[in-house]
């Protein structure tokens, strides 16, 4: 009997990552231990996922201008991480590393095609030409000649196995509409070649094998809806070069007068496999479909809708599905027991309680789930009776006291209550301080708004999430949809609040919420709500309307010194605009992006979303962190004045962050070039400035010791001279 169970969603993809041919991602690898995975996009980056966590623990990309062609693995043997890019350019890397470009770097003479890591045998090699070698081997010499054994034929597949000690690599290629397959075995340097079966208007669409007792099963999923097996001997005497496979059914993919179109598959046990595909009855239009099938008994024994669709790949690790649905990489936790005539036809009864899934699946709690959730000391059981009657209370009075009911009976019932009758009920339910599970409840009572704005698009409570997030400690996690929902109706104050509040805001969200406060025009923003705080106390607001000439010494730095130095002629306008001196944005924007500096975030994952900022508005961040920059440097202890104003330290690194995600924009940008200038100026100028701090500091320590040493009794008269 098998099962599916829980499902959540593991991150989102981006645009190359959907559905249909040719999307997708490039690969789903084991990570370096138990619950880790790495996801290769069909691109530049590659992320380290903890899935029972639902979240990334690492992310690299190459440059722009370089795609990642072979997926990357894990050397479990050292826990370095391995990718190709570029077809030839291999690279390893360990957790530590952030920059690509900095890790270890090899060009090989051939191209790629996959490299498999095994877990007591090390990384192998293939090459698109039908070469293999072990990582350890092409290491000693990256540039050694690889041969080419398949000519002109294409490989389709490829998996690698250990078998007694033995590193055994068997991949599958295609040639004018025939396909043949070839066993390596490394340490012993044997290859063998075969030509499999050919089936008549049919093809093979999609491979998977494993080997058991030196006997290797290949599993062929064709495209006459039907799966083949192929045993192959690992112990092969014989002599012959070709030798044909030969090739038996092993399930049909219909049921019912139902037939699935396949395109990829796993095993999972040795009675059981999985297929995703399209399900089409005749006359009635196919819906992709997650499936799981017993071929011992040749039957269907479970199967999930997949509505938003796929990219046709299924990977499966550690009792769990992988498979992209919509623009999501979705999860889900399946079981497998022993087959019986009695599980496979579905009369087996279950004397067992369920086991409850230890994931929780944050995203999308709504309606029945609010009131599980509130449920969870129950049976399992008891959960199913109650969501039961709660279906059949739909359609109850929404006015319900909160005192005789749980809160999950309580926000169902206001489902479909009017607004005022809504509004009143959760402001009721939040005012029992006492309650127990409150930071839950404030949780479901912001999801319960979300869910009615998502389904009524006029509605927002603005005012009434601003008391909330004001009022209450929350975190994204908590709410998670709050964000998305201000993002979409540009409530730029929610939006700051959060940003002040919240710890754990992922580090996508900030980067949209920075781009869409740069990308908002300052007349818009005038007529707003923002809290100005922040920079109250320190902004030049009418900077459009002053031209003020100072002669100001900043921590050792004069511009008019510095300017002979660089010689550089420029105009008033573009001085005022680039100096420093004025701030290039207005009151209620500059509020905005210090609440961004003030959040919390992950370099690692955050670069990688800032190198997609477009060049003028990096250019203008930019010229705002200068201004800070410049603002900060006019005062003895470097601190801004204000409430929560941005720190010197927020200011640099987000400084630093901008330049590495867009130094060679910046470097091309004509509007950009002055900036650089004077920004290397006054920080080469504060370079020296602490330089001779430093000095002095020295020279005094060693005046306080020498006073140490006279008698406090003398009196004398002394010159220090500072050279």
Not at 22 to 44: M, Y
Not at 59 to 74: A, D, E, L, M, N
Not at 402 to 420: C, F, I, R
Not at 570 to 577: D, G, P, V
Request: glycine letters at 4%; aromatic letters at 8%; proline letters at 4%.
């Amino acid at each position: 009997m098998a099962a599916l169970c829980e499902s959540f969603t593991l991150c989102g993809l981006g645009p190359s990552g959907g559905v249909g041919l040719g999307g997708g991602l490039l690969a789903l690898e084991p990570g370096p231990d138990p619950d880790h995975v790495l996801l290769t996009d069909r691109g530049r980056t590659a992320t380290l996922f903890k899935v029972s966590d639902q979240k990334p623990l690492g992310c690299w990309s190459v440059k722009h201008g370089q795609i990642i062609t072979c997926p990357v693995v894990c050397n479990f043997e050292t826990h370095e991480y391995i990718a190709v890019h570029d077809d030839k350019v291999l690279r390893i890397w360990k957790n530590k590393d952030i920059n690509l470009d900095k890790v270890f770097k090899a060009t090989l003479s051939a191209d790629v095609y996959r490299i498999h890591s095994l877990s007591n045998g090390g990384p192998v090699v293939l090459f698109k030409g039908g070469g293999v070698r072990t990582l350890d081997v092409l290491l000693e010499a990256p540039q050694q000649e690889i041969e080419n054994i398949i000519s002109d034929e294409v490989i389709k597949w490829s998996e690698a196995f250990t078998e007694g000690q033995q590193p055994v690599l068997i991949f599958a290629t295609e040639k004018d509409g025939d396909f043949f397959v070839y066993v390596q075995k490394l340490k012993m340097n044997s290859l063998h070649k075969y030509k499999l079966e050919q089936q008549e208007l049919s093809k093979p669409l999609s491979f998977t094998a494993y080997i058991k007792n030196q006997m290797i099963t290949l599993l062929c999923l064709y495209s006459n809806d039907a799966v083949y097996k192929v045993l192959i001997p690992l112990q092969q005497n014989t002599e012959e070069e070709e030798q044909i496979l030969s090739k038996s059914l092993l399930l049909n993919l219909s049921v019912s007068g139902s037939v699935l179109k396949g395109t990829s598959f796993v095993v999972l046990d040795k009675d059981h496999i999985a297929v995703l595909g399209s399900l089409a009855a005749s006359g009635e239009e196919s819906k992709e479909c997650l499936t799981i099938w017993n071929t011992k008994f040749q039957t269907l024994q479970i199967s999930k809708e997949l509505p938003l669709g796929t990219s046709g790949q299924l990977w499966c690790y550690e009792e769990k599905f992988f498979f992209t649905h919509g623009k999501v990489l979705t999860v889900i936790m399946y079981k497998c027991e022993t087959s019986s005539l009695a599980a496979a036809v579905g009369k087996l009864k279950d004397s067992q309680t369920p086991d409850v899934s230890s994931f929780v699946n944050w995203n999308t709690l709504g309606d029945e789930e609010l009131v599980v959730s509130f449920q969870s000391q129950q049976s399992v059981a008891l959960k199913s009776e109650s969501k039961m009657t709660l279906r059949s209370k739909r359609n109850a009075v929404a006015k319900v006291q909160p005192d005789t009911v749980s809160v999950g009976q309580l926000l169902l019932n206001l489902k479909d209550a009017p607004t005022t009758v809504f509004e009143d009920e959760l402001r009721q339910l939040m005012s029992k301080a006492q309650m127990p599970d409150f930071q839950a409840t404030i949780g479901c009572v912001i999801t319960a708004l979300i869910n009615r704005c998502k389904t009524n698009p006029k509605y927002y409570p603005r005012n009434f999430l601003l008391q909330i997030v004001q009022t209450r400690d929350l975190s994204y996690s908590l709410c998670p949809d709050l964000m998305a929902v201000a993002l979409e109706k540009k409530d730029v104050h929610l939006l700051q609040i959060c940003l002040q509040r919240f710890p754990d805001i992922p580090e996508e969200i900030t980067y949209t919420c920075l781009k869409v406060f740069l990308s908002i025009s300052e007349a818009y923003l005038q007529r707003v709500d923002v809290n100005l705080e922040s920079v109250i106390c320190y902004i030049d607001i009418e900077f459009n309307n002053k031209e003020v000439k100072t002669e100001i010494v900043e921590n050792g730095f004069n511009a008019e010194r510095e300017q002979d130095i660089w010689d550089t002629k420029i105009t008033k306008e573009t001085h005022l605009a680039t100096d420093g001196e004025f701030c290039p944005v207005g009151p209620q924007k500059a509020a905005l992006l210090n609440a961004v500096l003030h959040s919390a975030y992950s370099e690692t994952f955050l670069l990688p979303h800032l190198k997609n900022l477009p060049a003028q508005q990096a250019v203008l961040f930019l010229r705002y962190l200068y201004y800070l920059y410049v603002k900060c440097s006019e005062k003895i202890n470097t601190t801004l004045p204000g409430i929560r104003p941005p720190t010197i330290n927020q200011i640099m690194d987000w400084m630093c962050l901008l330049l590495d995600a867009h130094f060679t924009v910046m470097v091309m940008l004509p509007e950009a070039k002055q900036l650089l200038s004077n920004l290397h100026k006054f920080v080469r100028a504060q370079v020296r400035f602490y330089s001779e701090l430093n000095k002095i500091e020295g020279s005094l320590r060693e005046l306080q010791r020498l006073n140490h040493q006279k008698d406090p009794h003398t009196y004398s008269i002394e010159v220090l001279e500072l050279i």
